[in-house]
Nanobody
């Protein structure tokens, strides 16, 4: 079993920064990808960023490229999402997830098997 617990959300003004953390536990070692997703009210869940278990490959959705950075510290079993230059449209519930399968689109939430409970990010203008 795998457990994921997010933290670090909050309320910031546009242009500000936040760093999300996702603490993992359980049998996480055989994962292929870890990802961050977000979902705003009335919208579908959107893939934000993903990182290969090796750390050698990352993927970002276009709207966050150059502003967000995904990283992982395997010694601490923790996934991070550094979010800079935040915009009101970044407001959403953010989730981390783990994928134990291969697929063509690592930002597709259907590929992911385990999910955290989410942490809210609110960006005001």
């Amino acid at each position: 079993q795998v457990q994921l617990v997010e933290s670090g959300g909050g309320s910031v003004q546009a242009g500000g920064s936040l760093r999300l953390s996702c603490r993992t536990s359980g049998n996480i070692f055989n994962r292929y990808w870890m990802g961050w997703f977000r979902q705003a009210p009335g919208k579908e869940r959107e893939g934000v960023a993903a990182i290969h278990f090796s750390g050698l490959a990352t993927r970002y959705t276009d709207s966050v490229k150059g502003r967000f950075t995904i990283s992982q510290d395997n010694t601490k079993n923790t996934l991070y999402l550094q979010m800079n230059s935040l915009k009101p449209e970044d407001t959403a519930m953010y989730y981390c997830a783990a994928s134990f399968r291969l697929g063509p689109d690592v930002l597709d939430h259907h590929l992911y098997d385990y999910w955290g409970q989410g942490t809210q990010v609110t960006v005001s203008s």
